[in-house]
């Protein structure tokens, strides 16, 4: 195809794509909206905009004259070097429209209906503490979504192709290699610290701890680490997310608690990172693939980072305790440096992955990863989940549920359809640590900085060699590119083992 005529189609399809980043973003507005000021009686008609809009957003990004152009364009100089600004574009725009077009409507509408269907059963069965209620619901869930993987096609393994909704370009089997690895070093690590007699005195996090204060603290934690409030918001919620709404608009929620300091602050510095990232793309890329953060994997990391690696880092509160000690005086005026550090960082086998600490963490979601591809797979059928999950919370972490609300009902994700998701959970912890090494090869003593307050130069590194990308390259790739390795287990228990021996006096 001729270069100027190339140039053209380019030109259009980008103007496509700016239209449909006007409506996923004014959905998203709807959402922060739904989730942070709605009244009650206005959640019907909500519903009914936001069903509109999606419906609306999915006719438009599947309009066959998007395929004609990006027909058109495969064989073009702008797609040869798929590294390129447009080269990428075009790319992804090409895999997205293919995952998008490749399932058949009936298909989508069942999967649409069971996934809110699916959220109500799960509400209830969990409140009444009875899977058989759930059950069936599951089983059609599941049979549904090994047919979205035929309909889309894959090499090896039909969650290769639910894997590539949530961390496109990702395969199970490096995946499962990574996660594996973790998991034979990860057992006896936690087995060793919860035999350690050294525990933390948590008393000290519990006390009077002012809702406005904790704002104002948290606030200027984010600030420091980078999250811009020019361009952004912190609001309150039940359940903390982060959401982008436009190019200088992105927003963060959490929770208070006027009891307890920490889940609200390692929430907000958990949403600051993500937001950061968000705020970190190219702004004039707005909409195009090449402004778009990579994947949930790497979008993870991102907030991990900021929340463990930085926030949970005894450097970060050299700086930060004493003016926590002035902001918080009767709660933490008589408690020192070394026990607070010790507390946030407490470390003990739980039942709830929500409120699990940073090293049992990824055990709760290796439970998950092979349950579900053992379902997605026949090697596991639903009725024997229950037990199978209990079975693997033995032999991990060493301690079993007396329920299966507290069990294998304590997720929303499976409800919803969400089958492939819960990997890129600790595919963000592994990146964090990974990208965190490399930093500090590049930088040198960043821990010396953040004892000193100094967190730009890490929040610069990270948008130079991760934000700024957008979808150049898929996240393995920029893995690779950014630390010169394959993801590994190495870099996280490098990390987890020299935080918590010295913590837990282990050997
Ligand atoms: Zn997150």
């Known amino acids: 195809?001729?270069?100027?005529?190339?140039?053209?189609?380019y030109e259009k399809l980008c103007t496509h794509a700016r239209e449909v980043a006007i409506l996923n973003s004014t959905q998203s507005l709807l959402g922060w909206d739904e989730r942070t000021k709605l009244p009650p009686a206005g959640g019907e008609y909500r519903a009914e905009?936001?069903?509109?809009?999606?419906?609306?957003?999915?006719?438009?990004?599947?309009?066959?004259?998007?395929?004609?152009?990006?027909?058109e364009l495969a064989d073009s100089n702008l797609a040869a070097d798929p590294h390129s600004d447009a080269g990428a574009d075009i790319l992804n725009m090409r895999r997205d429209y293919d995952r998008k077009t490749k399932l058949p409507q009936a298909l989508v509408?069942?999967?649409?209906?069971?996934?809110?269907?699916?959220?109500?059963l799960w509400v209830?069965?969990?409140?009444?503490?009875?899977?058989?209620?759930?059950?069936?619901?599951?089983?059609?869930?599941?049979?549904?979504?090994?047919?979205?993987?035929?309909?889309?096609?894959?090499?090896?393994?039909?969650?290769?192709?639910?894997?590539?909704?949530?961390?496109?370009?990702?395969?199970?089997?490096?995946v499962a290699h990574a996660l594996n690895g973790l998991?034979?070093?990860?057992?006896?690590?936690?087995?060793?610290?919860?035999?350690?007699?050294?525990?933390?005195?948590?008393?000290?996090?519990?006390?009077?701890?002012?809702?406005?204060?904790?704002?104002?603290?948290?606030?200027?934690?984010?600030?420091?680490?980078?999250?811009?409030?020019?361009?952004?918001?912190?609001?309150?919620?039940?359940?903390?997310?982060?959401?982008?709404?436009?190019?200088?608009?992105?927003?963060l929620t959490t929770r208070y608690d006027a009891q307890n300091l920490s889940g609200s602050l390692f929430s907000t510095l958990h949403e600051a990172g993500h937001g950061i990232y968000d705020q970190g793309l190219r702004k004039e890329h707005y909409g195009l693939?090449?402004?778009?953060?990579?994947?949930?994997?790497?979008?993870?990391?991102?907030?991990?980072?900021?929340?463990?690696?930085?926030?949970?880092?005894?450097a970060f509160w050299e700086f930060f305790f004493p003016i926590a000690q002035e902001t918080f005086r009767e709660s933490l005026g008589h408690v020192s440096l070394d026990d607070f550090y010790f507390a946030i960082n407490d470390v003990r086998p739980s039942l709830i992955r929500t409120e699990s600490d940073e090293v049992t963490y990824n055990l709760h979601i290796l439970i998950r990863f092979e349950l579900e591809l053992a379902l997605i797979n026949d090697q596991l059928k639903v009725v024997d989940l229950p037990e199978a999950w209990h079975a693997k919370y033995r032999e991990y972490l060493g301690i079993q549920s007396p329920t299966d609300a507290d069990g294998v009902l304590q997720d929303v994700h499976w409800s919803s359809g969400a089958f492939g998701y819960f990997p890129t959970y600790s595919l963000g912890n592994l990146y964090a640590?990974?990208?965190?090494?490399?930093?500090?090869?590049?930088?040198?003593?960043?821990?010396?900085?953040?004892?000193?307050?100094?967190?730009?130069?890490?929040?610069?590194?990270?948008?130079?060699?991760?934000?700024?990308?957008?979808?150049?390259?898929?996240?393995?790739?920029?893995?690779?590119?950014?630390t010169g390795k394959a993801l590994s287990h190495d870099a996280l228990m490098r990390h987890l083992r020299a935080k918590f021996s010295p913590l837990y006096d282990l050997r």
């Open 124 to 174: 209830e069965a969990r409140k009444a503490n009875d899977f058989a209620r759930f059950r069936p619901l599951l089983e059609r869930t599941i049979e549904l979504k090994r047919q979205e993987a035929a309909a889309i096609g894959y090499d090896k393994e039909p969650y290769d192709a639910l894997l590539d909704e949530f961390e496109p370009g990702a395969k199970t089997s490096e």
């Open 1 to 9: 195809m001729a270069n100027h005529t190339a140039h053209s189609t």
């Open 183 to 251: 998991r034979e070093q990860l057992v006896p690590l936690v087995a060793a610290i919860a035999a350690s007699p050294h525990k933390p005195n948590l008393a000290a996090l519990h006390g009077n701890y002012p809702v406005d204060l904790q704002e104002q603290f948290g606030r200027r934690c984010s600030t420091a680490i980078g999250f811009d409030f020019n361009q952004g918001r912190l609001d309150t919620t039940n359940h903390p997310f982060c959401a982008g709404m436009g190019p200088y608009d992105v927003r």
């Open 433 to 482: 640590a990974q990208f965190f090494e490399q930093a500090i090869a590049d930088l040198g003593d960043l821990h010396g900085m953040f004892a000193r307050g100094e967190f730009m130069p890490l929040r610069e590194w990270l948008r130079n060699k991760i934000h700024a990308e957008g979808r150049r390259y898929p996240a393995a790739e920029l893995g690779r590119r950014v």
């Open 49 to 71: 905009q936001m069903s509109y809009l999606a419906g609306f957003t999915h006719k438009k990004l599947t309009a066959p004259e998007v395929g004609d152009w990006l027909a």
């Open 109 to 120: 509408e069942e999967l649409a209906k069971l996934s809110v269907l699916g959220q109500q």
């Open 289 to 314: 693939p090449t402004g778009e953060a990579v994947s949930l994997g790497i979008h993870e990391s991102q907030s991990r980072m900021w929340e463990n690696l930085v926030g949970r880092s005894h």
